[in-house]
C-alpha cells in the first residue's frame, strides 16, 4: 500500500470517527513520526476481534468446501 493512500484511510477513519487515531508530530531536523491515539488502539483491537470472530465463524464452512473440493 502507497504511502498515500495509507495517510488517505487515516484521514477517514479520523473523519468518521470524529476524533482522531493517529497523531503525527511535523518533521524536521527532529524528524517526525506518528503514533496510535488511544481511539486508534480501540478501532485495531475492534478490527482483530471482528477478524477472530468471523475466522471462527467461517472455519465449519470453509474445511467443509476443502473436503468438498479434495474429492474431487
Do not use: F
Not at 500500500?1 to 518533521?27: C, F, H
Not at 470472530?53 to 467443509?64: I, V
Amino acid at each position: 500500500m502507497s504511502y498515500k493512500r495509507t495517510w488517505q484511510l487515516v484521514e477517514d477513519l479520523n473523519s468518521s470517527l470524529g476524533i482522531p487515531v493517529v497523531e503525527t508530530a511535523a518533521g524536521g531536523s527532529g524528524g517526525g513520526g506518528a503514533i496510535l491515539t488511544e481511539a486508534g488502539r480501540t478501532v485495531i483491537a475492534r478490527y482483530r476481534a471482528i477478524e477472530m470472530d468471523t475466522a471462527q465463524a467461517a472455519r465449519k464452512h470453509l474445511l467443509a468446501l476443502n473436503r468438498a473440493c479434495a474429492k474431487r
